[in-house]
Structures are given as C-alpha cells and as structure tokens.
C-alpha cells in the first residue's frame, strides 16, 4: 500500500483537497503491494512503509489504520467492510 501515484497521475491527497466537498472518498486495503516478506521496494523503505504481508484481520487493520493516520486518508482493511 502506498499512498503515491505514477507520474502524470493526481495524487490521492489532491484530489481528497480539491473534491471532498463534493465527494466521499476511501480507500480499501486488501493485501500489501510490495511487502517486506515478498517484493521489498527501495521507494518503501526511502518512505517508510514497510510492511510484511499481513496474515490476520488484525494485521491489515493495523496496516489500514496506519494509512489513515500517516495520509490523512480513510481507509478500509477489506474484511472490516
């Protein structure tokens, strides 16, 4: 989970800055994109969000909670919906 996009692309706090007041935004977490465990990215580590794969609901909430507080973001782990 990152909270970047690709270039030419907006990222989420922009468009959250420039629409929320027309428009509910969430994220939802489903599973780590580059994990320590499996696919570990420089770019997580230079930021900071470094995660294993979580294995338990309580893992990915804690992961989802995380986003939320570091981006000021919401976000959803997938079995929390």
Known sequence: M???????RRRR?????DYKERADFLTVYVREAHPTDEWQMKSNVKDDVCYAQPK????????ANDFT???KFPCLS????
């Open 78 to 81: 997938e079995s929390t919906i």
């Open 13 to 17: 706090s922009d468009l959250l800055r």
């Open 2 to 8: 990152t909270a970047f996009s690709p270039p030419g």
């Open 56 to 63: 338990t609901l309580e893992q990915r909430v804690a992961i």
């Open 69 to 71: 507080k570091r981006f």
